[in-house]
């Protein structure tokens, strides 16, 4: 090559510092020019032809066998159509699930937590448009009203949980209790009675603040003044620092001698450990750990029963339900029509029915037939006055996590009056950004 | 042999002895390069800008806005995420404050104990590469593994931590771990430091096997005594090592966050919260242009610290 061609140091700087400059401009696109968040959701008709591979994401990892099960027979049925599951953990299927669906690498089918989860999701465009299909005629109509916005079914609320304590009914029976309390009195006797048998009244997951907070949900349920309670902190109405909030922080004081030792340091698993070998009577986190205290080998017969903190005539609720696993087909899938089909398969009385029974969890569908010993030992919750759970009415994680720790620091010796205060500083912060 | 006298009076020669500035070389034919050798850095110049120039650029485009990470459309705020942060969040400053006390532990004791293991075990006996090898062995275990090992071992019920203690009758010392407020985040800097501790080993021990037998040899001819000896001899004969192992262990401790995540959860509690699972949270709470204006002060306050660490380290090894 002749001279002339050649290039000396500083122009080749040049040339990589224009490449840098024209880099740092396409840098500057503007945010969110990828599209997706301002188009019309699709509708979930999924009108192609059923066939291929699609990703079905969530986080229920103890389910995976059932829904392979599930999943076998849909393939079989539906010649080359395969499914597979991309499965998260729970906690960061919520920090991280909007995200990785809207890159379009999984979730042809997916689905998301009632409340803030949901809610994003939709505003991303994610969730197909659902009203009017089958598939929404299949499920309770008053239990998928979670999975709906602005008259817009957008998403089907497939399990239907109870985020209240589990009970170990032989142990209770050995203390002499055989009816829920019905008051705080009763509630706090009761625990009592556990203690006179060398046994721990409540295992409570308090180092991790996502189970912990499930029994949030119970002690707000009849001290707040409004069913809305979580909605109003959120928007500065009310305060961690009103006295209904300090009165439930002052509860969770009493409760202190009845939980586990060193309780704000103890996860999930050696709660339910205790649970599970019966050293526990009660596990405070909800119906949806049944299945895992039963891997870990509990045969005793269980139970559920929540905290009445007020006086049994001024308690409107019995209890907490939640309507979540909100499933919805991705409005961007290339293959919608085999994830419309996964959906429907689903929603039939008969699969149904296999993931309820196989997984110990009630559902929204209905008809579904309960064969296993814990559901029909706990159906009579879905006749109940409980109320859908308060603390997935925050949209704001942080505000959400500021309330919950608080009472995770009084049950660690923190005074209710400044934990209340620390939250509300935290929330008042966000509020007012 | 020529001396810096004779070279100016070389240079000068032609100016009638007045010194004379080194002319610059002329860059001739032989410094230019062919085109076709620059086409060769291509392919990593092209990695460094997708992967690293373009997003720091976006991050600090969306630190001005309020994006929520999937919206089309945006507000500029100026300088008032900036602002929000240095002025009206707790939970930042309470990240920040964890990090510190983390970092501190980390790096001051991590240093330390690679350092002594480096020093007993620089010879290469048989003895002492099995022990290196077994020190170095949790570096290899990915970070989600030690988190749940130490896990198993802080559960203050079922954990082999307060087993140990109840087994030798020290039941008083036994504790809630990290269910301690107070002092959680120690506990998981002693993970932190037993997770890497190996890693900063081996570049100590590179660093004392590069030192020449002969300053050792000539201090003992001296007189030195061991502790003389390492400290006017070892110690600023590893300042390289030294500075590598305290930048690399600073912007580590700033890092810790799946070891985080995997010992405290997601979210972590309060008293776990750092920088990295701070920003973390941020972005999982749909706050994207507020996360970018934390990674840009996470960006900066690791590279102010590194670069003051350095400083003090220059001083003390100067000083010895």
């Known amino acids: 090559m002749s001279e002339k061609f050649n290039l000396s140091r500083r122009g080749a700087l040049h040339v990589f510092g224009g490449g840098g400059l024209l880099a740092a401009v396409a840098a500057c696109a503007g945010p969110g020019s990828g599209g997706g968040g301002d188009e019309p959701p699709d509708t979930g008709g999924g009108d192609g032809e059923i066939g291929g591979e699609i990703s079905f994401a969530h986080w229920r990892a103890e389910d995976q066998e059932v829904l392979a099960e599930i999943i076998e027979s849909f393939s079989a049925e539906n010649d080359g159509a395969t499914v597979r599951q991309d499965i998260s953990p729970s906690n960061d299927y919520q920090s991280s699930a909007l995200q990785q669906i809207r890159s379009g690498n999984i979730g042809d089918l997916f689905v998301a937590f009632r409340g803030a989860q949901f809610v994003d999701m939709v505003s991303a465009g994610l969730y197909a448009d659902l009203s009017g299909t089958d598939v929404v005629g299949k499920y309770n109509p008053s239990l998928i009203e979670a999975g709906a916005q602005d008259g817009t079914q957008y998403g089907l609320p497939y399990q239907l949980v109870f985020n209240q304590p589990v009970s170990n009914l032989d142990v209770l029976e050995e203390a002499g209790i055989s009816e829920p309390p019905p008051d705080w009195d009763g509630w706090l006797s009761m625990c009592e009675d556990i ?53 439930t922080l002052d509860q969770y004081v009493e409760l202190r001698p009845y939980f586990q030792n060193n309780a704000t340091g103890t996860a999930v698993e050696p709660a339910q450990q205790m649970f599970s070998s019966g050293d526990a009577a009660l596990l405070l986190t909800g119906s949806f750990h049944i299945a895992a205290v039963r891997a870990l080998g509990a045969e005793f017969p269980v139970g559920m029963m929540a905290p009445i903190t007020v006086s049994a005539d001024e308690a409107k609720y019995v209890g907490i339900h939640n309507a979540t696993f909100v499933l ?50 706990t159906a009579d919750w879905l006749d109940k006055d409980t109320m859908l759970a308060p603390r997935f009415q925050f ?39 | 042999m020529s001396t810096p006298a004779s070279a100016t009076t070389a240079t000068g020669a032609g100016t009638g002895g007045r010194p004379e500035r080194p002319r610059r070389r002329r860059r001739g034919p032989s410094s230019r390069v062919h085109p076709l050798l620059y086409a060769f850095t291509l392919p990593a110049l092209i990695i460094y800008v997708i992967f690293f120039v373009i997003p720091t650029l976006q991050a600090v485009q969306y630190s001005a806005t309020d994006w929520d990470g999937f919206s089309a459309d945006y507000e500029n705020v100026g300088i008032g995420n900036f602002d929000r942060l240095l002025t009206g969040d707790t939970l930042f400053l309470n990240a920040l404050t964890n990090n510190l ?91 932190q430091v037993w997770f890497h501790a190996g890693q900063m080993m081996v570049i100590f021990i590179a660093g004392l096997q590069a030192v020449p037998r002969e300053l050792y040899e000539a201090a003992e001819i001296d007189g030195a005594g061991r502790w003389k000896q390492f400290t006017a001899i070892t110690w600023p004969m590893l300042a390289p090592a030294t500075a590598i192992v305290v930048a690399y262990t600073t912007i580590q401790s700033f890092k810790a966050f799946d070891l985080i995540l995997g010992l405290g959860g997601n979210p972590p509690k309060t008293s776990l919260d750092i920088l990295s699972t701070r920003i973390y949270s941020t972005f999982a709470n749909s706050e994207f242009g507020y996360a970018a204006t ?27």
């Open chain 2, 101 to 191: 006390k983390f970092m501190v532990v980390v790096v001051v004791f991590q240093t330390i104990l690679a350092l002594i293991l480096a020093i007993f075990l620089v010879r290469n006996t048989r003895g002492s590469t099995l022990l290196r090898g077994l020190f170095f062995f949790p570096t290899i275990l990915s970070s989600v593994s030690v988190a749940y090992i130490f896990k198993f071992i802080y559960d203050p019920n079922f954990g082999l931590g307060n087993r140990v203690l109840e087994a030798v009758g020290l039941d008083a010392l036994t504790s809630s771990y990290l269910g301690n407020d107070e002092a959680a985040i120690y506990w998981v800097a002693i993970t």
């Open chain 1, 195 to 247: 203690l006179s048998i060398d046994k721990i009244p409540m295992a409570w997951p308090g180092g991790e603040i996502g189970n912990a907070g499930h029994l949030f949900n119970c002690m707000m349920m009849n001290n707040a003044p409004s069913d809305d309670m979580c909605a109003k902190i959120e928007s500065g109405e009310y305060k961690c620092t009103d006295d209904w909030f300090l009165h």
């Open chain 1, 395 to 433: 949209n704001d994680l942080d505000i959400r996590n500021a309330a919950e720790q608080s009472c995770i620091d009084v049950v660690g010796g923190t005074s209710p009056e400044q934990a209340a205060e620390r939250a509300q500083q935290i929330i008042d912060e966000r509020v007012n950004a």
């Open chain 1, 328 to 377: 919805g087909v991705n409005s961007a899938s290339d293959n919608q029509a085999t994830a419309m089909a996964l959906l429907e398969y689903l929603s039939e009385t008969e699969h149904a029915s296999t993931y309820a029974n196989g997984t110990a969890q009630h559902l929204t569908v209905a008809e579904v037939n309960y064969e296993n010993e814990d559901l029909a030992a």
């Open chain 2, 294 to 320: 934390q990674s840009i002060i996470f960006m900066l306050f690791i590279a102010a610290i590194v670069v003051v660490q350095r400083r003090m380290l220059k001083l003390t090894q100067k000083e010895a």
